[in-house]
């Protein structure tokens, strides 16, 4: 059902992750390109660093991989912060491949401009792996069909990065997503047990939480937990600077 939220939990997610596990090869982009069958697993990380580490310690502990697409334009967290910038490389040193989630509307572009594309996407990718210090391997598109339809760009790469939604990956491999906190079109433990040779999943990490409740609800923590990292941070610099914290 499309409601229903109960599904997403750290203990069901483990539980996917098994039953992929038997029947899966776990790929990278590479892999995938290369036409070989098993799972592409990807998160794009619209709201949290903390849920997507969780997940990546989980996934590890497991022997399983994934490719996590950093936005770095996100409003949710910055990673340029040395907390967050430092669990993206963690993640990474799980055995996680690191990918640009890349927001075409934050550079007003137009799936025509090609040029402009490869200059903001280089842009982004340099920033990021600069501050990270982690060589990225593909690409996503947030919200790619806001401000033009982004599934319909026809590049396999774009400077140098596998494109995520390429027409390669729409056509050799059954998709699955949980956009917006609900299976959007058939849930995961279905399309698993339809044994598909080559599945492309696409997860949220701050959706997979150690208890059930509503999307929205879900999101409260990521907000919350901003909040107050920045009030500490605040209260910290006063205290080690030996300044007055006047309340």
């Not at 949220?204 to 920045?230: K, L, Q």
């Amino acid at each position: 059902m499309i409601n229903d939220y109960t599904d997403f939990t750290e203990d069901s997610y483990i539980k996917l992750l098994n039953i992929a596990k038997s029947k899966y090869s776990y790929l990278s982009y590479d892999d995938a390109l290369n036409n070989k069958p098993g799972i592409l697993w990807r998160h794009d990380v619209d709201y949290s660093i903390h849920r997507s580490h969780k997940l990546a310690m989980i996934e590890h502990k497991l022997g399983v991989f994934a490719t996590y697409f950093i936005y770095l334009h996100c409003e949710f967290y910055n990673v340029m912060e040395k907390e967050i910038s430092q669990k993206i490389s963690d993640i990474s040193s799980l055995g996680h491949a690191i990918g640009l989630h890349f927001d075409p509307a934050f550079y007003d572009l137009s799936i025509g401009d090609t040029e402009k594309l490869e200059e903001c996407v280089q842009k982004d990718k340099s920033i990021l792996e600069n501050i990270t210090g982690v060589k990225l391997s593909a690409i996503s598109f947030h919200n790619p069909d806001v401000g033009g339809n982004w599934y319909s760009l026809q590049l396999e790469q774009v400077c140098g990065l596998i494109n995520a939604y390429a027409p390669f990956f729409r056509d050799n491999y059954v998709y699955c997503s949980d956009s917006n906190g609900y299976w959007r079109f058939d849930s995961l433990h279905d399309v698993l047990a339809k044994n598909h040779q080559k599945l492309h999943v696409l997860t949220h990490p701050a959706w997979w939480t150690p208890e059930p409740m509503p999307p929205r609800s879900r999101i409260e923590p990521c907000i919350a937990g901003r909040a107050e990292n920045v009030g500490r941070n605040y209260d910290e610099s006063l205290k080690l600077h030996r300044r007055k914290n006047i309340r």
